[in-house]
């Protein structure tokens, strides 16, 4: 069977097992070698992908909830779509928030996500207070900072390739308002952009969208948004789409005048400073088009997220979007952000510094501005993002990831090795 990722690249093949109990994973760890668990499939590569892939998005069970510490206990597949309908009308939300909220707990997990607060919270596994793991001779243990640790730091982003995440334990944080304040700065330029990034770093939320097709003075213009959680208000929350992208795009449709046009609106029509928005607006503005990945036409998209160095950021920023805007290979959605600490987790891509994330259609031309992005990553001592990744080499892993060697020994010394194998981690040789 053709399995296709969120980027629709690469093609590869695979079968698809949907499991419900404790049973069924076992039957299929004793039936299958080569195999991973997949979420709600919502990373853009080949991360969830293997010859055969277990389906855990049937076990999404809410197992408990104390909602006066704000402690929740669920299964790995629930989505956090869910998890929100249900805590933010109890006054919680996850401290943690992706793009999308279209992904389950234990894709959070493996890819230890951050969100637009990383400079000030960390990642999502830093929440997780304890989750229960199945290796690959069916034995379930529990892991947190004080048991398994090893296996805990190695399961918090390890893309699936220590185990099976079973339900975890997570630490909400209180809010009192479903409504975020947002207030947007358009910048003229980079520099600009960093000086509002600076200024505002204990605000609790900021992202910046970038015009990666401006030039010269105008190299880096972007609109920031900095968010403040509202102190009243309902607590009301539904997932709601809005539009659905019926069928992929030809792919000529996205082309660097459309970009450009697409850029000029999005900055020229950011008027107001500050506004009351929703959560699902400020957090997740795609999801309100059902299938987005579709305009990106049949032979799909990647997706480049990459993190420099504080003390780099500026000049490796500015090499990458020079590379980009000459190069003529506009990315519809650019996003800037700060990150904060880097934490103990082997394989977490955030450190200190800013991360830049960009979705380019694929072709050969684009295939290879990429390899050239890599060695400008790569001088500036940054990494790449794994849940994004469909094609970055064994090399410049190694090269961002230091602990990606442990990683290694840790799967070895447990045998998940000669189970648990995605197409990246064979490409990657993890
Ligand atoms: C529109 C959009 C916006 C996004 N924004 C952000 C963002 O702001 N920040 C960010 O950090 N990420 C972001 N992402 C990436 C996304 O959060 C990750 O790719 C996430 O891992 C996807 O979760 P999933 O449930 O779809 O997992 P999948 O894509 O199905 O799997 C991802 C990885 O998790 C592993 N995995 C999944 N479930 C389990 C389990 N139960 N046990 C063990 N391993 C498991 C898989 O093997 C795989 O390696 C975004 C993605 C999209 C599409």
């Given at each position: 069977?053709?399995?296709?990722?969120?980027?629709?690249?690469?093609?590869?093949?695979?079968?698809?097992?949907?499991?419900?109990?404790d049973?069924?994973?076992?039957?299929?760890?004793t039936?299958?070698?080569?195999?991973?668990?997949?979420?709600?499939?919502?990373?853009?590569?080949?991360?969830?992908?293997?010859?055969?892939?277990?389906?855990?998005?049937?076990?999404?069970?809410?197992?408990?909830f104390?909602?006066?510490?704000?402690?929740l206990?669920?299964?790995?597949g629930?989505?956090?779509?869910?998890?929100?309908?249900?805590?933010?009308?109890?006054?919680?939300?996850?401290?943690?928030?992706?793009?999308?909220?279209l992904?389950?707990?234990?894709?959070?997990?493996?890819?230890?996500?951050?969100?637009?607060?990383?400079?000030?919270?960390?990642?999502?596994?830093?929440?997780?207070?304890?989750?229960?793991?199945?290796l690959?001779?069916?034995?379930?243990?529990?892991?947190?900072?004080?048991?398994?640790?090893?296996?805990?730091?190695?399961?918090?982003?390890?893309?699936?390739?220590?185990?099976?995440?079973?339900?975890?334990?997570?630490?909400?944080?209180?809010?009192?308002s479903?409504?975020?304040?947002?207030?947007?700065?358009?910048?003229?330029?980079?520099?600009?952009?960093?000086?509002?990034?600076?200024?505002?770093?204990?605000?609790?939320?900021?992202?910046?969208?970038?015009?990666?097709?401006?030039?010269?003075?105008?190299?880096?213009?972007?609109?920031?948004?900095?968010?403040?959680?509202?102190?009243?208000?309902?607590l009301e929350?539904?997932?709601?789409?809005?539009?659905?992208?019926?069928?992929?795009?030809?792919?000529?449709?996205?082309?660097?005048?459309?970009?450009?046009?697409?850029?000029?609106?999005?900055?020229?029509?950011?008027?107001?400073?500050?506004?009351?928005?929703?959560?699902?607006?400020?957090?997740?503005?795609?999801?309100?088009?059902?299938?987005?990945?579709?305009?990106?036409?049949?032979?799909?998209?990647?997706?480049?997220?990459?993190?420099?160095?504080?003390?780099?950021?500026?000049?490796?920023?500015?090499?990458?979007?020079?590379?980009?805007?000459?190069?003529?290979?506009?990315?519809?959605?650019?996003?800037?952000?700060?990150?904060?600490?880097?934490?103990?987790?082997?394989?977490?891509?955030?450190?200190?510094?800013?991360?830049?994330?960009l979705?380019?259609?694929?072709?050969?031309?684009?295939?290879?501005?990429?390899?050239?992005?890599?060695?400008?990553?790569?001088q500036?001592?940054?990494?790449?993002?794994?849940c994004?990744?469909?094609?970055?080499?064994?090399d410049?892993?190694?090269?961002?990831?230091?602990?990606?060697?442990?990683?290694?020994?840790?799967?070895?010394?447990?045998?998940?090795?000669k189970?648990?194998?995605?197409?990246?981690?064979?490409?990657?040789?993890?």
């Open positions: 069977m053709r399995l296709k990722s969120w980027g629709n690249y690469p093609h590869v093949e695979g079968e698809n097992y949907p499991v419900v109990s049973d069924d994973l076992t039957d299929v760890l039936q299958k070698t080569s195999l991973i668990v997949q979420g709600n499939n919502r990373s853009y590569g080949d991360s969830a992908f293997a010859q055969t892939v277990i389906d855990m998005k049937a076990r999404d069970h809410f197992l408990d104390d909602t006066k510490k704000g402690i206990e669920l299964q790995a629930a989505l956090i779509s869910d998890v929100l309908e249900s805590i933010v009308p109890k006054g919680w939300i996850l401290p943690v928030l992706p793009g999308t909220q992904i389950t707990i234990g894709g959070a997990i493996a890819s230890d996500i951050h969100g637009k607060n990383h400079h000030n919270v960390g990642t999502f596994c830093q929440f997780v207070k304890s989750l229960r793991l199945m690959s001779n069916g034995e379930i243990i529990k892991c947190s900072n004080t048991e398994n640790v090893q296996a805990f730091r190695a399961t918090c982003a390890g893309m699936g390739l220590t185990g099976i995440i079973l339900d975890a334990t997570i630490q909400l944080a209180p809010i009192s479903n409504r975020i304040k947002q207030t947007s700065h358009k910048t003229k330029n980079l520099k600009h952009t960093f000086e509002i990034f600076n200024e505002n770093n204990d605000s609790s939320y900021s992202v910046a969208w970038i015009d990666c097709l401006a030039k010269d003075q105008e190299l880096g213009k972007s609109v920031v948004m900095l968010g403040e959680h509202e102190t009243e208000g309902e929350y539904k997932y709601k789409s809005r539009h659905k992208m019926p069928f992929y795009l030809p792919s000529f449709v996205l082309n660097s005048w459309s970009i450009r046009l697409f850029n000029w609106l999005y900055y020229f029509k950011t008027k107001k400073k500050s506004q009351s928005v929703q959560l699902q607006s400020f957090f997740f503005p795609l999801d309100s088009i059902v299938d987005w990945n579709k305009m990106y036409g049949k032979s799909g998209f990647v997706q480049y997220q990459c993190v420099i160095p504080l003390e780099h950021s500026y000049e490796g920023i500015k090499a990458l979007l020079n590379k980009i805007s000459d190069s003529k290979q506009g990315s519809f959605l650019a996003v800037l952000k700060r990150m904060g600490c880097a934490n103990d987790n082997l394989l977490s891509f955030p450190m200190e510094g800013y991360s830049l994330a979705d380019f259609k694929v072709n050969k031309k684009t295939l290879e501005l990429l390899d050239t992005l890599d060695e400008i990553v790569k500036y001592n940054g990494r790449l993002y794994l994004k990744d469909a094609r970055m080499s064994e410049t892993l190694n090269h961002g990831y230091k602990n990606a060697e442990k990683f290694r020994k840790f799967r070895q010394d447990t045998e998940s090795n189970t648990f194998n995605s197409y990246q981690s064979t490409r990657l040789k993890l």
